[in-house]
């Protein structure tokens, strides 16, 4: 079975920092994070593939980075400039395709809580 294992989450204040980890058990084509905030669908964040290729929701755009180390199996998100409205429980995803839909990944990690205060 395929493992996706998140850590980096807590607690920031606006206009921090915080780089979130994601750990898999396998090489991925593609990776990348969505996040569902309390009472809300969830949202693409960011997504990377081997090659590079990156995209971001427009919401992050400019605040957050997705990167991306192959040898560790590891994908990274780091987001600055945190807001509020931030606040999340954000998960990572990998599949064999990129995409910014939920059903483009099949694999999901079981999530990690980044809350924002004011």
């Known amino acids: 079975q395929v493992r996706l294992v998140e850590s980096g989450g807590g607690l920031v204040q606006a206009g921090g920092s915080l780089r979130l980890s994601c750990a898999a058990s396998?090489?991925?084509?593609?990776m990348g994070w969505f996040r569902q905030a309390p009472g809300q669908e969830r949202e693409f964040v960011a997504a990377?593939?081997?090659?590079?290729?990156?995209n971001y929701a427009d919401s992050v755009k400019g605040r957050f980075t997705i990167s991306r180390t192959y040898a560790s199996m590891t994908t990274y998100l780091q987001m600055n400039s945190l807001k509020p409205e931030d606040t999340a429980v954000y998960y990572c995803?990998?599949?064999?395709?990129?995409?910014?839909?939920?059903?483009?990944?099949?694999?999901w990690g079981q999530g990690t809580q980044v809350t924002v205060s004011s």
């Open positions: 990377i593939t081997w090659g590079g290729s990156t």
């Open positions: 995803v990998a599949g064999p395709e990129m995409g910014r839909q939920a059903a483009d990944f099949g694999h």
């Open positions: 396998r090489r991925h084509y593609a």
